[in-house]
């Protein structure tokens, strides 16, 4: 019975640095799909006729990091195109629900490039 305790305890000592090791990974991909979302939503309303970058952008004192913040704020509250002359009049772009930890989660893997936002997996 000892011996059986014993060979318990070493598979559970094993087991469980793997255990954690999946559990961060799991949580970076849950950042790096957050980040992948923020900007396809951001594209796509681009598309539709908002501009998430231009809202942000209107004050020109900004770093790349904090356009990024302000970026990811105005997604998570989300914008209903509101111009008659869109197709997409009505139309809800943003991610609303993030909290704070997945926002800078997130934040890590994008960046303002040429006025552009975008996902860099580095």
Do not use: C
Not at 42 to 54: I, Q
């Amino acid at each position: 019975m000892l011996v059986v305790i014993a060979v318990i305890g070493i598979i559970a000592a094993i087991a469980v640095p793997h255990i954690s090791s999946i559990s961060q990974t799991s949580h970076e991909a849950k950042n790096k799909r957050n980040a992948q979302e923020i900007v396809k939503i951001v594209n796509a309303a681009s598309v539709a006729g908002h501009d998430f970058l231009l809202d942000t952008s209107a004050t020109n004192n900004h770093n790349s990091d904090q356009w990024v913040y302000l970026i990811i704020d105005k997604v998570v509250r989300g914008k209903v195109i509101d111009d008659p002359s869109s197709i997409f009049v009505g139309s809800y772009f943003g991610l609303p629900g993030l909290e704070d930890h997945q926002k800078e989660g997130a934040r890590k893997y994008l960046k303002v490039h040429a006025g552009m936002l975008v996902y860099e997996e580095s």
